[in-house]
C-alpha cells in the first residue's frame, strides 16, 4: 500500500465487499493474545518514510510504515529523539508502536506514545480520510480523533501518518527526574479489550461501519 | 459579538452613573470570585463582584429597575470588605461601586427600618454616647455573659459586648518618649471609644512610647463609614465635614486610627468629596495626614517591651488589608513583642462577616462567613486573634464566646501595651 | 420548549437540590449570560446548582427523562463562550468541591469537578507536590473545567496539558449512565475514553469525579526577566532556547503593550516599561541543573540581543514576577471596556513573522494589539481592548480578529492551544479541519451523547454531521443553539 488514497480505496472494496482485513506494519510484533479474523492483509510496510522533519520546531511526520530504527536514525543526525522505547525489535514500525500504544522505559519520564503523538492520518472503515490534530505541540481544537485512535489497534480506522514531539537529547536527567510517574509496567502497551461496551460499541458501529478493521482483536471482558 | 456595556439610562447624575469607568474597567474573567466570603458562602454568582457588577451594570443601564427585589437582595447581601480589590487586575474600585449603587438604589427605596435606627445613632454624637454608656453599663454587669448562648440577634450582641473584656491584666505604667516621631491627633471613633475605652487609651500609650506627642482634637465625631457604605452619601459628607474642620484645628501632623473601618473611611475623603469646589482639596489634605496606629507604630519600630507568652494569630480587617493594602505593618508590631509566637492562620485574608452593621442586618450570612472563620482559627491553635477593628474585635470575640472556644479576640496595640506594662 | 413544561422541570428541580439553588428569574440569571469572555451574552432557561454527586446525578437523569439540553458550568472562567447556555439549562457543578482523597504514596488525588485548581494545590504545599497545569486563571478555575478544556498554562511547555496529568474520572453521560474511564493506577485497557473525554468541552457529559496525577516539586526553580529593546530579538532568544536543548519549565512572552498595562496595576512586578517585548523564563530541576540551565538561557538571550537578564534572587521576587504574567488578561481591563482574546498556536520558528503579521493587521485595522503568550510552545494570545459601544470599532476588530486566525492557520498552527473552540471558534473550524474530520468528531461524540443534549451547538459546528447532511430539517432544534442572539 502506498499513500492515503489508495489505502483508503482498498478499505472501501474490502468494505463493500465484506471481507475483514488484517491490518499489519511490518508483522513482527505481538499478536496481543487474541487473533485477528481475516484472512486478507492489508500491510503499511511500504507506506514508509519521513516525510517532513522540523528539527527548530520540534516536530517530525512520518508515514506509518516507518521503523522506529530509521526515525532514531535520523533525529540522532540532529541530537534529537522521540520517547518511543517499546519493547522487541527497532524494525518494528511507528504505525504499530502508536496504534498499539506500546511504550518501554522512558514512559516513565515523558509517558507512553499517547503523550507523544501531535497529528495523524487516519483512514476509516467506510474510507474517509480523516486528519486530526496538527503539527504544533499544544491544541485542543476539536473532539480528540487522536487519543482515540492510540492503543486502539486498527480496529476504529487505519493510522497512515504520524506527526510526534520530538526532544533534544541534551536535556539534562536531573531536571526532569522529579517528574518520574508510577507506572504499571516498564513496558507494555493498551490491552485490547472492550471495556465500557456501550460507548466501545457505539464507536465500533461509527467508526467502523462494515465490521472490516482488525476483527476479533478487541476481547470482551464486560 | 454583542455590547456587553450599554447606554446608561440612569440620569447622569445619579452616583452610578459617575462611577461609569470603574464598572468598564471589569473584564468579568472570575478572579475575584474565590477572594469573596459571600460567595464562598452562598456558592451563587449574584453573591459574588463579578455577579453584583453585572447586576450593577443592569441598574445603570435600565435593564433592571433599582426596586428590583434580587438586585437589592444581592447588593445588601455584599460585606463591603473590599477582598476583591485586591484580587482584582484590572483595578476595579469595587467600594466605591458599591457605594454608588446602594445610593443609587436609595432612590428606589428606603433603607431598612433597622439601619435607618442604626445609622442614626452613629450620626448623632448625644445620641450615640447615651447608647454607648447603656452597652458599657450592661458590659460590666454579667448579664451578657449569662445571656450569650441565646438564639439569634440579642444572644449574638450579647456575646459581642461580653467579648469587649480584655482577656490580659491591664498593668498601669506611665509612658515616656521623646515626641521626635512628630505629632498625632487620635480619631476616638464611635465603637472604640464607647466600648474599647482602655484600648483607646492603650493606643495614646504606645505612641508616646514610641515618640510621637499626642494631640487633642475635640470636636471630632463619626467618621461617616457605615454612612457611605450604607449609599447614605449625603450623611457621610455632613459627618466629614466635621472631622475634616476638627482635624484641621488640631494642627497634627497625623491623625490616627485604631478602627481599620474608620481609617479606610477618612483616607477616602478625597473621593467623598470629589467635583467639590470648597471641600475636595481640605478632605484631601486631611486624607493624607491619616494613619493606622499599626503604621506609625511599624514607622517607629516599634520599641521592644516585656515578655507577653501567646501564641497569636494575626487576622486582617478587611479595611486594612484590602481597603487600605496595609499587610506588613500589625505583623511588624506584633513581631516586636517578646515571647509571642505568630501562628499562621489560613485565610486571614478573609472577611470575619462583621463588616460595619452588616452582622445585625445580614445575620444569615454573617453567620455562615463567621464559621468559616471560627474554623480556621481553630485549626490555627492560637490563643489569641489579634486584629485592629472593632467590629472585627466583636465578631470574631463574640463568636469565640458563642462557640466555646478558648481563644480570645485582642487588638494588637492592647499586645504592645501589656508588653509594655510588663517592662 | 413551552412555558409550562420549563416549569415543571424547575418544580422537580427544586424538589432534588433546594428552592435556592434553581434559578429562573431575569435578574438572578444575569451572572451567568457569560464566561470569562464577556462579548457573548446567553441567557439560559433556567440554572441548576447541585450540592453534591447524588443531587448531581438526579438533575442530569431528570433532564435525560424530560429530553432537556443542558449546559455545564464549573467558575465560568473559560475564554471561549464554552460555558454559555442558549434557552437550555446551565448545570453548575461549582459546589462539588470536596477533595475526596490524597494518596501521596501512589502520587494522585481525587477531586470532584468544582475544587479550585489553585485551592487543590495549596493543599497539596505541604507533602512537596503539586497538580502540574496552571493556566492563568488557576486561582479561580476548577478541575472540572480544566479537564473540559484541555486547560494548559505557562508550564505545560516542561509539564504538559491537563491530558497528561489525568489518570481517571467518573463520568455522567447526557443520558444519567455513570461510567468510570481511565485507570486510578495507570493500566491502560480498551479505546482511550478517557483521552477523549478530557477537552470534550462539556458535550460527552460531565465528571463526577476526576483522579490526577501528581508531581514532586521541583527541589530548585530559577527564575529569570530578559528584556529586550526589539521583538524580534526575543523571539530569536526563544528559538536559541528551545533549540538548545534546555527545556524551560516556562518561556513566556509579553509585549510591550502588555507590560505597560501590568505596570499599572496592583500586580506591578517590575517589568520594565521601555521594553519592547520580555521573556519570562523558568527553568527548574536539582540546584546544579537549574543553575547551570539558567546560564545556558541567559547567555542565549544576551547573544540574541537582550539588554538585561534579571534573576529572581528571592521566592516573593520569582512570585512577583509571575503574578504580573498571571494576572495581564485581567489588567487588560485599564485599556478599554471591552476585550477579545486569541489562542492560536504556530510552529515555534514562525514566530518573529506572525507577531510582525499581527503588528501589521493591528495596524490596517486601527487597532492596538497587545500580545502575552506562551512563547516555549508557540501558544499566541493576541489581545484587542475595544470599546463594544462603537459598532465600527466591533467591525474592525472582528476583521482584524479573522485576519490574525487565517494568517496563523496559514503557518500551518491551530486555533486553539488551550482555550477550547466554544462559541467563538466555531467559525474557524471549517477553515482548519476537511469535512470527513469534522464529521468523525461529530461521530465520536454522538457515541456519548447521541441527542446533542450536553452543551449543544458547541466545538464543532452542527452542519459538518452526517446525520446533520442526510436530514437538515431534522436537526433544526439543534441548529438554534448556535445562532448568534
Same mark, same amino acid.
Given at each position: 500500500?502506498?499513500?492515503?488514497?489508495?489505502?483508503?480505496?482498498?478499505?472501501?472494496?474490502?468494505?463493500?465487499?465484506?471481507?475483514?482485513?488484517?491490518?499489519?506494519?511490518?508483522?513482527?510484533?505481538?499478536?496481543?493474545?487474541?487473533?485477528?479474523?481475516?484472512?486478507?492483509?492489508?500491510?503499511?510496510?511500504?507506506?514508509?518514510?519521513?516525510?517532513?522533519?522540523?528539527?527548530?520546531?520540534?516536530?517530525?511526520?512520518?508515514?506509518?510504515?516507518?521503523?522506529?530504527?530509521?526515525?532514531?536514525?535520523?533525529?540522532?543526525?540532529?541530537?534529537?529523539?522521540?520517547?518511543?522505547?517499546?519493547?522487541?525489535?527497532?524494525?518494528?514500525?511507528?504505525?504499530?508502536?502508536?496504534?498499539?500504544?506500546?511504550?518501554?522505559?522512558?514512559?516513565?519520564?515523558?509517558?507512553?506514545?499517547?503523550?507523544?503523538?501531535?497529528?495523524?492520518?487516519?483512514?476509516?472503515?467506510?474510507?474517509?480520510?480523516?486528519?486530526?490534530?496538527?503539527?504544533?505541540?499544544?491544541?485542543?481544537?476539536?473532539?480528540?480523533?487522536?487519543?482515540?485512535?492510540?492503543?486502539?489497534?486498527?480496529?476504529?480506522?487505519?493510522?497512515?501518518?504520524?506527526?510526534?514531539?520530538?526532544?533534544?537529547?541534551?536535556?539534562?536527567?536531573?531536571?526532569?527526574?522529579?517528574?518520574?510517574?508510577?507506572?504499571?509496567?516498564?513496558?507494555?502497551?493498551?490491552?485490547?479489550?472492550?471495556?465500557?461496551?456501550?460507548?466501545?460499541?457505539?464507536?465500533?458501529?461509527?467508526?467502523?461501519?462494515?465490521?472490516?478493521?482488525?476483527?476479533?482483536?478487541?476481547?470482551?471482558?464486560? | 459579538?454583542?455590547?456587553?456595556?450599554?447606554?446608561?439610562?440612569?440620569?447622569?447624575?445619579?452616583?452610578?452613573?459617575?462611577?461609569?469607568?470603574?464598572?468598564?474597567?471589569?473584564?468579568?474573567?472570575?478572579?475575584?470570585?474565590?477572594?469573596?466570603?459571600?460567595?464562598?458562602?452562598?456558592?451563587?454568582?449574584?453573591?459574588?463582584?463579578?455577579?453584583?457588577?453585572?447586576?450593577?451594570?443592569?441598574?445603570?443601564?435600565?435593564?433592571?429597575?433599582?426596586?428590583?427585589?434580587?438586585?437589592?437582595?444581592?447588593?445588601?447581601?455584599?460585606?463591603?470588605?473590599?477582598?476583591?480589590?485586591?484580587?482584582?487586575?484590572?483595578?476595579?474600585?469595587?467600594?466605591?461601586?458599591?457605594?454608588?449603587?446602594?445610593?443609587?438604589?436609595?432612590?428606589?427605596?428606603?433603607?431598612?427600618?433597622?439601619?435607618?435606627?442604626?445609622?442614626?445613632?452613629?450620626?448623632?454624637?448625644?445620641?450615640?454616647?447615651?447608647?454607648?454608656?447603656?452597652?458599657?453599663?450592661?458590659?460590666?454587669?454579667?448579664?451578657?455573659?449569662?445571656?450569650?448562648?441565646?438564639?439569634?440577634?440579642?444572644?449574638?450582641?450579647?456575646?459581642?459586648?461580653?467579648?469587649?473584656?480584655?482577656?490580659?491584666?491591664?498593668?498601669?505604667?506611665?509612658?515616656?518618649?521623646?515626641?521626635?516621631?512628630?505629632?498625632?491627633?487620635?480619631?476616638?471613633?464611635?465603637?472604640?471609644?464607647?466600648?474599647?475605652?482602655?484600648?483607646?487609651?492603650?493606643?495614646?500609650?504606645?505612641?508616646?512610647?514610641?515618640?510621637?506627642?499626642?494631640?487633642?482634637?475635640?470636636?471630632?465625631?463619626?467618621?461617616?463609614?457605615?454612612?457611605?457604605?450604607?449609599?447614605?452619601?449625603?450623611?457621610?459628607?455632613?459627618?466629614?465635614?466635621?472631622?475634616?474642620?476638627?482635624?484641621?484645628?488640631?494642627?497634627?501632623?497625623?491623625?490616627?486610627?485604631?478602627?481599620?473601618?474608620?481609617?479606610?473611611?477618612?483616607?477616602?475623603?478625597?473621593?467623598?468629596?470629589?467635583?467639590?469646589?470648597?471641600?475636595?482639596?481640605?478632605?484631601?489634605?486631611?486624607?493624607?495626614?491619616?494613619?493606622?496606629?499599626?503604621?506609625?507604630?511599624?514607622?517607629?519600630?516599634?520599641?521592644?517591651?516585656?515578655?507577653?507568652?501567646?501564641?497569636?494569630?494575626?487576622?486582617?480587617?478587611?479595611?486594612?488589608?484590602?481597603?487600605?493594602?496595609?499587610?506588613?505593618?500589625?505583623?511588624?508590631?506584633?513581631?516586636?513583642?517578646?515571647?509571642?509566637?505568630?501562628?499562621?492562620?489560613?485565610?486571614?485574608?478573609?472577611?470575619?462577616?462583621?463588616?460595619?452593621?452588616?452582622?445585625?442586618?445580614?445575620?444569615?450570612?454573617?453567620?455562615?462567613?463567621?464559621?468559616?472563620?471560627?474554623?480556621?482559627?481553630?485549626?490555627?491553635?492560637?490563643?489569641?486573634?489579634?486584629?485592629?477593628?472593632?467590629?472585627?474585635?466583636?465578631?470574631?470575640?463574640?463568636?469565640?464566646?458563642?462557640?466555646?472556644?478558648?481563644?480570645?479576640?485582642?487588638?494588637?496595640?492592647?499586645?504592645?501595651?501589656?508588653?509594655?506594662?510588663?517592662? | 420548549?413551552?412555558?409550562?413544561?420549563?416549569?415543571?422541570?424547575?418544580?422537580?428541580?427544586?424538589?432534588?437540590?433546594?428552592?435556592?439553588?434553581?434559578?429562573?428569574?431575569?435578574?438572578?440569571?444575569?451572572?451567568?449570560?457569560? &464566561?470569562?469572555?464577556? @462579548?457573548?451574552?446567553?441567557?439560559?432557561? +433556567?440554572?441548576? $446548582?447541585? /450540592? %453534591?454527586?447524588?443531587?448531581?446525578?438526579?438533575?442530569?437523569?431528570?433532564?435525560?427523562?424530560?429530553?432537556?439540553?443542558?449546559?455545564?458550568?464549573?467558575?465560568?472562567?473559560?475564554?471561549?463562550?464554552?460555558?454559555?447556555?442558549?434557552?437550555?439549562?446551565?448545570?453548575?457543578?461549582?459546589?462539588?468541591?470536596?477533595?475526596?482523597?490524597?494518596?501521596?504514596?501512589?502520587?494522585?488525588?481525587?477531586?470532584?469537578?468544582?475544587?479550585?485548581?489553585?485551592?487543590?494545590?495549596?493543599?497539596?504545599?505541604?507533602?512537596?507536590?503539586?497538580?502540574?497545569?496552571?493556566?492563568?486563571?488557576?486561582?479561580?478555575?476548577?478541575?472540572?473545567?480544566?479537564?473540559?478544556?484541555?486547560?494548559?498554562?505557562?508550564?505545560?511547555?516542561?509539564?504538559?496539558?491537563?491530558?497528561?496529568?489525568?489518570?481517571?474520572?467518573?463520568?455522567?453521560?447526557?443520558?444519567?449512565?455513570?461510567?468510570?474511564?481511565? &485507570?486510578?493506577?495507570? @493500566?491502560?485497557?480498551?479505546?482511550?475514553? +478517557?483521552?477523549? $473525554?478530557? /477537552? %470534550?468541552?462539556?458535550?460527552?457529559?460531565?465528571?463526577?469525579?476526576?483522579?490526577?496525577?501528581?508531581?514532586?516539586?521541583?527541589?530548585?526553580?530559577?527564575?529569570?526577566?530578559?528584556?529586550?529593546?526589539?521583538?524580534?530579538?526575543?523571539?530569536?532568544?526563544?528559538?536559541?532556547?528551545?533549540?538548545?536543548?534546555?527545556?524551560?519549565?516556562?518561556?513566556?512572552?509579553?509585549?510591550?503593550?502588555?507590560?505597560?498595562?501590568?505596570?499599572?496595576?496592583?500586580?506591578?512586578?517590575?517589568?520594565?516599561?521601555?521594553?519592547?517585548?520580555?521573556?519570562?523564563?523558568?527553568?527548574?530541576?536539582?540546584?546544579?541543573?537549574?543553575?547551570?540551565?539558567?546560564?545556558?538561557?541567559?547567555?542565549?538571550?544576551?547573544?540574541?540581543?537582550?539588554?538585561?537578564?534579571?534573576?529572581?534572587?528571592?521566592?516573593?521576587?520569582?512570585?512577583?514576577?509571575?503574578?504580573?504574567?498571571?494576572?495581564?488578561?485581567?489588567?487588560?481591563?485599564?485599556?478599554?471596556?471591552?476585550?477579545?482574546?486569541?489562542?492560536?498556536?504556530?510552529?515555534?520558528?514562525?514566530?518573529?513573522?506572525?507577531?510582525?503579521?499581527?503588528?501589521?493587521?493591528?495596524?490596517?485595522?486601527?487597532?492596538?494589539?497587545?500580545?502575552?503568550?506562551?512563547?516555549?510552545?508557540?501558544?499566541?494570545?493576541?489581545?484587542?481592548?475595544?470599546?463594544?459601544?462603537?459598532?465600527?470599532?466591533?467591525?474592525?476588530?472582528?476583521?482584524?480578529?479573522?485576519?490574525?486566525?487565517?494568517?496563523?492557520?496559514?503557518?500551518?498552527?491551530?486555533?486553539?492551544?488551550?482555550?477550547?473552540?466554544?462559541?467563538?471558534?466555531?467559525?474557524?473550524?471549517?477553515?482548519?479541519?476537511?469535512?470527513?474530520?469534522?464529521?468523525?468528531?461529530?461521530?465520536?461524540?454522538?457515541?456519548?451523547?447521541?441527542?446533542?443534549?450536553?452543551?449543544?451547538?458547541?466545538?464543532?459546528?452542527?452542519?459538518?454531521?452526517?446525520?446533520?447532511?442526510?436530514?437538515?430539517?431534522?436537526?433544526?432544534?439543534?441548529?438554534?443553539?448556535?445562532?448568534?442572539?
Amino acid at each position: 500500500m502506498h499513500g492515503d488514497t489508495e489505502v483508503a480505496a482498498a478499505i472501501r472494496e474490502a468494505g463493500a465487499a465484506g471481507i475483514p482485513l488484517r491490518i499489519v506494519g511490518r508483522g513482527t510484533w505481538l499478536n496481543a493474545g487474541a487473533s485477528v479474523a481475516a484472512e486478507t492483509t492489508l500491510s503499511l510496510r511500504d507506506d514508509a518514510g519521513i516525510r517532513a522533519y522540523a528539527p527548530d520546531d520540534l516536530t517530525v511526520t512520518a508515514r506509518a510504515g516507518t521503523t522506529l530504527r530509521e526515525l532514531t536514525e535520523t533525529l540522532a543526525r540532529r541530537d534529537q529523539w522521540v520517547a518511543l522505547d517499546p519493547e522487541g525489535d527497532p524494525d518494528g514500525t511507528l504505525g504499530a508502536t502508536v496504534a498499539t500504544c506500546s511504550y518501554g522505559a522512558a514512559a516513565a519520564l515523558f509517558g507512553t506514545p499517547r503523550d507523544q503523538v501531535l497529528g495523524m492520518t487516519v483512514v476509516l472503515g467506510n474510507g474517509d480520510i480523516i486528519r486530526p490534530g496538527g503539527k504544533v505541540v499544544k491544541n485542543v481544537a476539536g473532539f480528540d480523533l487522536i487519543r482515540l485512535m492510540i492503543g486502539a489497534w486498527g480496529t476504529l480506522g487505519v493510522i497512515t501518518e504520524i506527526t510526534l514531539r520530538v526532544r533534544s537529547r541534551a536535556m539534562r536527567g536531573d531536571s526532569i527526574a522529579h517528574m518520574r510517574r508510577q507506572m504499571p509496567a516498564s513496558h507494555g502497551y493498551r490491552e485490547p479489550v472492550i471495556v465500557n461496551a456501550k460507548i466501545s460499541n457505539a464507536l465500533r458501529q461509527r467508526f467502523d461501519p462494515f465490521g472490516i478493521l482488525n476483527p476479533g482483536i478487541m476481547r470482551d471482558v464486560e | 459579538m454583542t455590547t456587553s456595556t450599554g447606554t446608561p439610562s440612569l440620569h447622569a447624575d445619579s452616583p452610578l452613573a459617575r462611577e461609569q469607568a470603574g464598572l468598564d474597567a471589569c473584564v468579568h474573567c472570575g478572579f475575584c470570585l474565590q477572594a469573596c466570603p459571600t460567595y464562598l458562602a452562598l456558592e451563587d454568582e449574584s453573591d459574588s463582584p463579578r455577579g453584583r457588577i453585572v447586576l450593577m451594570r443592569a441598574l445603570l443601564d435600565g435593564s433592571l429597575p433599582a426596586s428590583d427585589p434580587d438586585l437589592r437582595q444581592h447588593i445588601d447581601q455584599c460585606l463591603g470588605c473590599r477582598a476583591c480589590e485586591t484580587a482584582c487586575p484590572s483595578g476595579v474600585p469595587y467600594g466605591h461601586l458599591l457605594e454608588a449603587t446602594r445610593a443609587t438604589m436609595r432612590g428606589g427605596h428606603a433603607p431598612t427600618f433597622a439601619s435607618r435606627i442604626l445609622l442614626a445613632v452613629f450620626a448623632h454624637r448625644p445620641l450615640m454616647r447615651f447608647a454607648m454608656a447603656m452597652a458599657r453599663l450592661l458590659a460590666a454587669t454579667p448579664i451578657p455573659t449569662l445571656l450569650l448562648k441565646l438564639p439569634g440577634r440579642l444572644g449574638f450582641g450579647m456575646a459581642m459586648l461580653a467579648s469587649t473584656d480584655f482577656p490580659l491584666e491591664r498593668a498601669k505604667y506611665v509612658a515616656h518618649g521623646s515626641g521626635e516621631n512628630g505629632s498625632a491627633a487620635l480619631l476616638l471613633g464611635c465603637v472604640m471609644e464607647g466600648l474599647f475605652t482602655e484600648t483607646n487609651r492603650a493606643t495614646e500609650r504606645v505612641l508616646r512610647r514610641n515618640d510621637y506627642s499626642m494631640i487633642a482634637a475635640p470636636s471630632q465625631g463619626c467618621c461617616g463609614a457605615l454612612h457611605a457604605h450604607a449609599g447614605e452619601l449625603g450623611a457621610a459628607r455632613r459627618l466629614a465635614k466635621r472631622n475634616i474642620a476638627a482635624f484641621e484645628k488640631s494642627g497634627a501632623q497625623y491623625i490616627v486610627t485604631n478602627s481599620a473601618g474608620c481609617g479606610a473611611m477618612m483616607k477616602e475623603y478625597g473621593h467623598l468629596f470629589s467635583g467639590d469646589a470648597e471641600w475636595s482639596q481640605r478632605a484631601s489634605d486631611v486624607a493624607s495626614r491619616v494613619r493606622d496606629v499599626s503604621e506609625l507604630l511599624a514607622a517607629a519600630g516599634p520599641r521592644s517591651g516585656g515578655v507577653i507568652p501567646f501564641a497569636v494569630a494575626y487576622d486582617a480587617p478587611c479595611h486594612l488589608q484590602h481597603a487600605q493594602r496595609i499587610t506588613e505593618a500589625p505583623l511588624t508590631v506584633l513581631r516586636a513583642i517578646p515571647g509571642i509566637e505568630l501562628v499562621p492562620l489560613d485565610e486571614s485574608d478573609q472577611c470575619c462577616g462583621s463588616a460595619g452593621i452588616y452582622n445585625l442586618l445580614e445575620p444569615e450570612t454573617s453567620d455562615a462567613v463567621l464559621e468559616r472563620k471560627l474554623d480556621r482559627i481553630e485549626a490555627s491553635g492560637a490563643a489569641l486573634v489579634a486584629t485592629g477593628n472593632p467590629g472585627c474585635l466583636m465578631q470574631i470575640g463574640g463568636g469565640l464566646l458563642r462557640a466555646d472556644m478558648r481563644a480570645r479576640a485582642v487588638h494588637p496595640v492592647d499586645l504592645l501595651d501589656a508588653s509594655y506594662a510588663a517592662d | 420548549m413551552t412555558e409550562p413544561a420549563a416549569t415543571s422541570v424547575a418544580e422537580e428541580l427544586r424538589a432534588i437540590v433546594g428552592d435556592r439553588f434553581v434559578l429562573e428569574r431575569d435578574a438572578v440569571l444575569l451572572a451567568y449570560q457569560s &464566561d470569562g469572555l464577556p @462579548g457573548y451574552h446567553k441567557r439560559p432557561s +433556567l440554572a441548576v $446548582f447541585p /450540592g %453534591s454527586r447524588d443531587e448531581t446525578i438526579e438533575v442530569v437523569r431528570l433532564l435525560a427523562t424530560t429530553g432537556t439540553s443542558f449546559v455545564p458550568r464549573g467558575a465560568g472562567t473559560g475564554l471561549s463562550g464554552g460555558a454559555l447556555a442558549d434557552d437550555v439549562v446551565l448545570l453548575g457543578l461549582h459546589r462539588l468541591k470536596a477533595v475526596l482523597d490524597v494518596d501521596i504514596a501512589r502520587m494522585r488525588a481525587t477531586v470532584e469537578p468544582g475544587v479550585v485548581n489553585a485551592a487543590l494545590n495549596k493543599r497539596l504545599a505541604r507533602h512537596g507536590v503539586f497538580y502540574a497545569p496552571d493556566p492563568s486563571s488557576e486561582a479561580a478555575c476548577t478541575i472540572g473545567g480544566n479537564v473540559a478544556e484541555n486547560a494548559g498554562g505557562p508550564h505545560c511547555l516542561k509539564y504538559g496539558v491537563t491530558l497528561n496529568h489525568i489518570l481517571a474520572a467518573t463520568v455522567l453521560l447526557p443520558d444519567g449512565e455513570v461510567m468510570e474511564i481511565g &485507570d486510578r493506577d495507570g @493500566g491502560m485497557a480498551g479505546y482511550d475514553l +478517557l483521552g477523549a $473525554f478530557i /477537552g %470534550s468541552e462539556g458535550c460527552f457529559g460531565v465528571a463526577l469525579d476526576i483522579t490526577v496525577r501528581l508531581t514532586r516539586r521541583p527541589a530548585a526553580v530559577r527564575t529569570a526577566l530578559a528584556d529586550f529593546a526589539h521583538v524580534a530579538d526575543a523571539t530569536r532568544a526563544t528559538s536559541a532556547i528551545i533549540a538548545s536543548g534546555v527545556v524551560p519549565a516556562a518561556l513566556e512572552f509579553m509585549d510591550n503593550g502588555t507590560i505597560r498595562v501590568v505596570e499599572e496595576s496592583i500586580f506591578a512586578a517590575g517589568y520594565p516599561i521601555d521594553a519592547a517585548a520580555i521573556l519570562l523564563i523558568e527553568v527548574d530541576g536539582s540546584e546544579e541543573s537549574s543553575d547551570a540551565e539558567m546560564e545556558v538561557v541567559r547567555s542565549l538571550c544576551m547573544e540574541s540581543g537582550a539588554r538585561t537578564v534579571r534573576v529572581a534572587t528571592n521566592e516573593a521576587e520569582r512570585m512577583r514576577l509571575w503574578q504580573g504574567r498571571k494576572k495581564a488578561f485581567g489588567a487588560m481591563g485599564r485599556l478599554a471596556p471591552n476585550l477579545v482574546v486569541q489562542d492560536a498556536v504556530i510552529p515555534r520558528t514562525q514566530l518573529t513573522d506572525i507577531l510582525a503579521q499581527i503588528h501589521a493587521i493591528g495596524d490596517s485595522h486601527g487597532l492596538t494589539v497587545c500580545n502575552v503568550f506562551h512563547a516555549g510552545d508557540g501558544n499566541l494570545h493576541p489581545n484587542i481592548s475595544y470599546d463594544a459601544g462603537d459598532p465600527d470599532q466591533v467591525e474592525r476588530v472582528h476583521d482584524a480578529m479573522s485576519a490574525i486566525m487565517q494568517a496563523c492557520i496559514t503557518a500551518g498552527g491551530s486555533i486553539t492551544g488551550e482555550h477550547g473552540v466554544g462559541l467563538d471558534k466555531l467559525p474557524y473550524m471549517t477553515k482548519l479541519f476537511d469535512e470527513p474530520t469534522l464529521a468523525a468528531m461529530c461521530d465520536l461524540r454522538n457515541a456519548f451523547d447521541p441527542d446533542h443534549r450536553s452543551n449543544p451547538g458547541k466545538v464543532v459546528p452542527v452542519h459538518s454531521c452526517r446525520e446533520w447532511l442526510a436530514a437538515p430539517a431534522a436537526r433544526a432544534p439543534a441548529r438554534r443553539a448556535t445562532d448568534a442572539r
